[in-house]
């Protein structure tokens, strides 16, 4: 018996990844369809909700169609990648054109942190490349709680609010230093894939280690140091 494939199907190869796109018709159907709704219910929105929503669109595409998708089969660096695109990027963008409303911020986030930590238990890495149904409900428990904290963080832009950023940015430091200093790859399913790609598996985590740690903790930081300044400023003024 052949070992299942996971969603994004076969690795690519390492001479023709970039050819490597997912056209899953009912995956492209599902995208046209909440850009076609989408577009509609914001005709008469503000122009930053729109631009917003169009990189919600990109987004969605870059993780889950273009060849970044099929990378994640192959690279385990390439799967924190496509977890900084959905946490960074596609999440945001949602609230800022669609934010989920009366959801308590506490709520949201342990959400997401319950979902970030059980995509890195290798059990749970697992079921979700054996099962396409398992990996959508994981990207949703992802996309969902981080959609809805996104929302929370911009709805009310305050000290108590912005706050919220550093344990995010903890987390995410904590899960990049215990993938990079880890003595030996936790991710099965890549031991033979990276190896096509010139790394070993335990480098290719550490690269994701790497990814998660450096490339995704400055952003965040960042953008918490920034609400917090703003926080700041309008606590002194009040």
Known sequence: MQDPLPYCGPPPDPTRWMFAW?????????????????YWQLQRAPAAARRAFHVAI???????????CAMTVALFSARSLHHLVVLGVLAPALALAFPIRRLPLGLSFAALSAALWLWHLPLVYTAAWDSAA??????????????????GLTRRP???HALWLVPLVGQMGLLGALLTFAPRPFYLEHLAQAERFGLSALSDQQLAGLVMWVPGM?????????MLWHAWQREARA
């Open 218 to 226: 400055l952003p965040l930081a960042g953008l918490s140091a920034l």
């Open 58 to 68: 990109g987004a969605a595409v870059l993780a889950f169609v273009s060849p970044l």
């Open 134 to 151: 398992i990996y959508w409900l994981m990207q949703a428990a992802l996309i969902l709680p981080a959609w809805a904290f996104w929302s």
């Open 22 to 38: 997912n056209l899953d018709p009912l995956l492209i159907a599902g995208i046209a369809s909440v850009a076609a709704v989408g």
């Open 158 to 160: 305050d000290l108590g």
